[in-house]
């Protein structure tokens, strides 16, 4: 499959801030393109049928519906859609439930910008983040 | 009639003095004073007891009939028995019984009444039955009294004495009824003539009207019965005459007559007076006779006789009232006025003697003072000097001129020397000798010579003075003194005249009284003070030696050598040649004094302006006279008038110490010792006790119920002689401080009493001011109401602290739910606030940190900025890692949603310990939610003890123990590890094993943290926290939050034991 030249994301998060630093970082990278951004489900239901991004950030943690419950939307609309949930915390029993309810990946927000990038590239690529380095995540991120 | 066989015995010390008929009185309140009129018979002058009548009529409220009877009951009360029924007087009131209660008997008219000995009141019906009245009640003759009685009498022991149709005399001694009549004597039952009477049947055969074959003896209707000193009983008939008993026998007595006996009066020496209808008769011991019977009574149909306490007789004829004494009979001349009859007669307990008649009762009372006027032969009402002689005869000069002499009942005029033109200013004698001076005639002096009056007059042309004397005084040494109007004082000594004036020393030449002490010192009153004359010399008291006025009336020595001074001002006395005023005098005796004279009984007699007065001496001598120390006489005492006149003497004391008085109406005198006699006390006794208008039994124990507002006790003083001047006083111990001010009220209102004992006290006085110290006395109770009995009060206070405490038990309760509601809410808010802070905070620092991460990412690699950024980046990276620690915290409780053991049980993996360490989490008993707040605060506390096992105790166990009790909740964390340093323990080392951060946090949640460890043995952590404040209620809002329950329930809990083992 030929690169698409720009990966097309949609990042859905309750706080401007943290979009705003997401914003930044997918920016700053050449192949990268934000195409939309959503502060609740309703709106990353609505953005992600006008938008039809590549990729879509997820945040977990959300006022009202959940993003699992979202990317539970999205995904019996689009079940094609690829999305990566966000979170501040790990060890969350929701992470378990967001990779069993479709979730690509996840990625805790304090990860450096570069390890957040390659998931992305990753999943993008259509390769599925290994559980285990997954777990390893988990664990390395809560020695930190 | 002169009757030489007057009986000696009969005391002379009261009898009758002369005694004129005197109307138009009616001015006078109540009492219409009326003198008994009497033909003097001849009468003694020594005898001086006066009576004043007063009567009630039907217009006084007398209920009306003929009086048969009169009796007085030992409180005092007047009995009168009439063809009404039975009425009851007090002195003011009448009150007629209408019905005998209890019994159902109605009081018809009253043929007798008797008074015993023993309390009784004993009343004979005209239907021959016989009632006695005790206590308030009646009750009916019984047994051999029941029926048949025909008199009433009186033993000797003052016991009552019945004569009965069938049975003769009956005696009547506590309870019971004697005949005393012999059975054979007695009348025989149809148709037997055994002694075995049956008596109910003869005493039926009576009430049933049947005409009995026979009395008992006398075979007579008895009219009077009565027993003589020597004990034998006498009986008068209706028409066979008199009859006594001896030893049971009736026998007659004297020769039977045909005239009815109407009554019997038991005398001395066992005589009897018999009155009948044919006039009066005496037994003289062995026969009836008409000896010593005064001829007014020997035809006189006599109705009742009484012997006063005086041994007079009183006889009631059906054409007066006659007094026999021993002088003889006086006739009541008042007639006219009573309608003559007078068919009842009793002498009350104060002297006082009643009569009754066909329209009512008289009441004769004994006065102090008798007093003479114009219708006792006296020329004038008004006189002024008086001198009694040695022979008793009474020198007096009217104020309009003349001189005449009193004695007896005869009153004489002296013509002689001119006297009937002139006025006599003053009279004085010794011996057989009166001296007299007077207005114009100069000193005259009388001499009695062999029944006749030899006059020698003194003038101006002979020595004296002035032809004016006003004052005369002869002395003990012969001497007369002559006081002048104006011209000085004469000395009249062996025929010769030494005369003194002022410029002897006289402080005036105007002498108003003379007098001579007992030491022979003279003493002259004059208008300018008092002059003494001793051994010759003069010497004046004045104003100012302690005279109340220098203007001096009288002068009287006493006995003891006091010098009495009248003055204009008041009385005053000489003592010791220095003056005293009394002190404590009452108005009277601040009034201008005109005469004093001394009686023998220690009073002094005085005229004032206005009064007359009875004064103790000893009183006035000390500390002032009391109330009892002084009298006024009055009105109803017998004067006429009370003003006293200004002249040398118009007060005097007679030989036998009679003391004389001129007043302005009449020449009164009065036996000192007559007056002295105190009269019976008032006799006091509650009459009625109402409560709310509705009377009340008197009798036995009085409780009041509190509801009742008004109690009203009547009471009454009784005192027959002077009824409206009985006073009284009352207090009511538990409610007046003090005795009530002296009133004539008779009844004592109390309202609104509060509940509680009470005694109420009345006294009486009579009319003497005297207040007998007997007092009647009512104790009573009031009952409170429920409400205010003590018990009920302290009910109610108990109550009330109760009510007080389960509210404020309420109140704390409630607050503490409120409370803990509160902090529920406050954690809660709280938490919400630091989880939304802590969210905001960190993804705003994470954006940061992203953002910081890829400007960092485009600085050149060498560039000097990239390391201090890259620094940068890691301290956010730290806060990052802190702040999301925090948060994890605080989200634990709300959004976990995991329960305490799975919380704490993940604990070992996120510390992510490497080393071999067996960790179980034991749980006990079943599991309670915890409230919110605890739960945080226990998970932490709990995180940390497992933090600091793990990280530092290199224990191989480590174990957590759940344990939920219902009264408790208790965690424990174990290690056998190295133990704490056991001053680390106490000191807790801030911040690295966080000991005290534990024990405050366990404190704030209302747990009790404890360490326990050694070291090298292991380390224990403990944290118990009470039920109540640990778990989430479980109990509806009811009784169980009042009280905490001992024991707490205690629940079977299965255990329950997790384990986990950590790889």
Redesign the interface.
């Known amino acids: 499959m030929t690169d698409n030249p720009r990966i097309r994301i949609l990042s859905v998060d309750d706080h401007p801030l943290l979009r705003e630093g997401l914003a930044t970082i997918i920016n700053s990278q050449p192949n990268m393109e934000l195409v939309g951004q959503a502060a609740n489900a309703h709106e990353a239901l609505q953005q992600f049928r006008r938008l039809h991004p590549d990729i879509t950030l997820m945040d977990l943690r959300m006022p009202g519906k959940s993003g699992i419950e979202a990317m539970i939307d999205i995904r019996s609309e689009f079940p094609d859609a690829r999305i990566i949930v966000l979170t501040t915390f790990d060890g969350d029993l929701d992470v378990q439930r967001a990779l069993e309810a479709g979730a690509r990946a996840y990625l805790l927000k304090s990860m450096p910008p570069r390890e957040l990038v390659e998931v992305i590239r990753q999943v993008h690529a259509g390769k599925e983040p290994n559980p285990q380095e997954i777990a390893a995540n988990l664990r390395s991120n809560s020695q930190a | 009639m002169k009757s030489s066989s007057r009986n000696s015995n009969i005391s002379r010390r009261e009898g009758f003095a002369s005694r004129r008929v005197f109307s138009g009185l009616a001015l006078a309140f109540l009492a219409a004073g009326l003198f008994l009129p009497l033909a003097a018979a001849n009468d003694t002058e020594g005898a001086l007891s006066h009576y004043i009548r007063d009567r009630w009529g039907t217009d006084k409220g007398f209920p009306g009939g003929t009086v048969s009877s009169i009796a007085q009951t030992a409180d005092g009360y007047l009995w009168i028995g009439t063809e009404e029924g039975l009425i009851r007087f007090d002195g003011l009131n009448f009150h007629l019984f209408e019905q005998a209660t209890p019994t159902s008997v109605a009081l018809g008219p009253v043929q007798g009444l008797m008074a015993d000995a023993q309390g009784n009141l004993w009343i004979l019906l005209q239907s021959t039955q016989i009632l006695r009245y005790r206590n308030g009640k009646f009750e009916l003759g019984r047994e051999e009294a029941e029926f048949g009685i025909t008199s009433l009498g009186r033993r000797k022991d003052a016991t009552v004495l019945f004569s009965s149709l069938a049975l003769g005399a009956i005696a009547y001694h506590d309870g019971n009824f004697e005949t005393l009549t012999s059975p054979s004597e007695r009348a025989p039952s149809e148709g037997t003539a055994t002694t075995e009477t049956d008596t109910r049947s003869t005493r039926l055969s009576w009430a049933i009207g049947f005409r009995p074959q026979r009395f008992a003896e006398p075979n007579a209707t008895v009219t009077a019965i009565t027993e003589t000193s020597d004990g034998k009983v006498w009986l008068g008939t209706r028409d066979k005459g008199l009859f006594y008993l001896s030893q049971g026998r009736v026998l007659p007595a004297g020769t039977r007559f045909s005239e009815r006996i109407n009554c019997l009066l038991a005398w001395q020496n066992s005589e009897l007076w018999i009155g009948t209808d044919d006039g009066l008769l005496r037994w003289n011991g062995t026969q009836i006779t008409s000896d010593g019977v005064p001829s007014a009574l020997l035809h006189r149909q006599v109705l009742s006789l009484i012997g006063d306490r005086n041994f007079n007789v009183w006889v009631a004829t059906s054409e007066g009232l006659v007094h026999l004494d021993g002088a003889g009979a006086l006739l009541d001349q008042d007639s006219p006025h009573t309608g003559g009859k007078i068919t009842a007669l009793f002498e009350d307990r104060e002297g006082n003697v009643w009569a009754g008649g066909p329209a009512g009762i008289q009441r004769l009372h004994v006065s102090a003072f008798v007093t003479y006027s114009v219708p006792d032969g006296l020329p004038s009402a008004s006189n002024g000097p008086v001198y009694v002689d040695e022979e008793g005869r009474t020198w007096f000069a009217p104020l309009a001129g003349g001189l005449y002499w009193k004695k007896g009942g005869q009153v004489g005029r002296v013509t002689e020397a001119g006297l009937s033109h002139d006025v006599v200013y003053s009279i004085d004698g010794r011996g057989s000798e009166v001296w007299v001076g007077r207005e114009r005639g100069g000193l005259t002096v009388l001499r009695r010579t062999e029944g006749s009056l030899t006059a020698k007059t003194y003038t101006k042309a002979d020595g004296l003075a002035q032809d004016g004397v006003y004052a005369v005084h002869v002395s003990r040494d012969g001497t007369v003194w002559a006081g002048t109007l104006s011209g000085g004082l004469s000395a009249l000594k062996n025929g010769r005249f030494t005369n003194y004036t002022t410029e002897n020393g006289l402080p005036s030449n105007s002498v108003s009284s003379i007098a001579e002490s007992p030491d022979g010192t003279m003493w002259f009153a004059t208008p300018n003070g008092l002059s003494r004359l001793s051994d010759g010399r003069w010497h004046v008291f004045t104003a100012q030696d302690g005279l109340p006025s220098a203007d001096l009336n009288c002068v009287t020595p006493d006995s003891a050598g006091t010098l009495w001074i009248g003055s204009s001002a008041g009385i005053a006395f000489l003592v010791a040649n220095q003056v005293y005023v009394p002190p404590g005098l009452p108005g009277t005796l601040q009034e201008p004094v005109f005469g004093i004279a001394e009686d023998k009984g220690g009073w002094l007699w005085i005229a004032t302006a206005g009064h007359v007065v009875r004064a103790k001496r000893s009183t006035l001598l000390g500390s002032g006279p009391g109330v009892a120390d002084l009298r006024e006489y009055g009105l109803t005492d017998g004067l006429l008038g009370t003003e006293g006149m200004k002249r040398q003497q118009s007060v005097f004391a007679d030989m036998h110490g009679y003391i004389w008085f001129s007043l302005n109406r009449g020449l009164s005198v009065v036996d000192p010792t007559q007056a002295e006699r105190s009269s019976a006390p008032a006799l006091v006794h509650l009459e009625s006790i109402s409560v709310d208008g509705s009377p009340v039994d008197p009798q036995g124990p009085l409780r009041i119920s509190s509801a009742r507002q008004r109690i009203a006790i009547s009471y009454a003083g009784l005192s027959l002689s002077n009824a409206e001047r009985v006073r009284y006083r009352y207090k009511l111990d538990g409610f007046d401080r003090d005795w009530s001010e002296p009133s004539t009220t008779r009844t004592a209102i109390y309202t609104n009493l509060s509940p509680g004992t009470y005694k109420f006290h009345v006294i009486a006085s009579n009319s003497d001011a005297l207040w007998n110290s007997a007092e009647a006395a009512l104790p009573f109770a009031i009952d409170p109401l429920w409400w205010q009995t003590w018990w009920a009060r302290l009910t109610a206070v108990l109550a009330a602290a109760l009510l007080g405490f389960a509210f404020y038990r309420s109140r704390m309760v409630r607050m503490a739910r409120q409370y803990s509601i509160r902090m529920e809410e406050r954690v809660a808010e709280r938490t919400r606030i630091a989880q939304d802070l802590h ?2 905070l ?3 620092v ?6 910081l ?2 400007a960092v ?2 600085l050149p690699e060498d560039s000097p900025a990239r390391p201090k950024l890259q620094r940068t980046l890691e301290l956010m ?1 730290q806060v ?2 802190e702040g ?1 620690d925090t ?2 915290g605080l989200r634990s409780s709300a959004e976990w949603n995991s329960d305490l053991q799975s919380s704490l049980a993940k604990i070992p993996q ?1 510390l ?1 310990s490497l080393a071999e360490i067996n960790f179980r989490l034991i749980v006990e008993g079943e599991p309670l939610p915890l409230r919110g707040g605890i739960h945080d605060e226990v998970y932490r506390i709990g995180r940390e003890a497992l933090a600091n096992a793990f990280r530092h105790s290199r224990a191989r166990n480590i174990d957590v123990l759940l344990e939920y009790q219902a009264d408790h909740f208790r965690v424990l964390v174990n290690d056998d590890g190295c133990g704490i340093d056991a001053h680390i323990l106490q000191s807790g080392r801030e911040g690295h094993w966080g000991l005290s951060g534990m024990r405050a946090r366990a404190e704030r949640i209302g747990g009790k943290f404890r360490v326990l460890s050694r070291p090298q043995a292991g380390t224990e952590v403990e944290l118990c926290v009470p039920g109540s404040i640990a778990f989430v209620s479980q109990h509806p809002d009811g009784l169980s939050k009042w009280f905490r329950r001992f024991p707490p329930r205690r629940k079977n809990m299965p255990r329950k034991s997790t384990n986990e083992r950590t790889p």
């Open positions: 969210d905001t960190l993804q705003g994470l954006s940061a940190s992203m953002q991460h890829v990412d485009t990276g990052v890692k999301r948060l994890r996120e992510g």
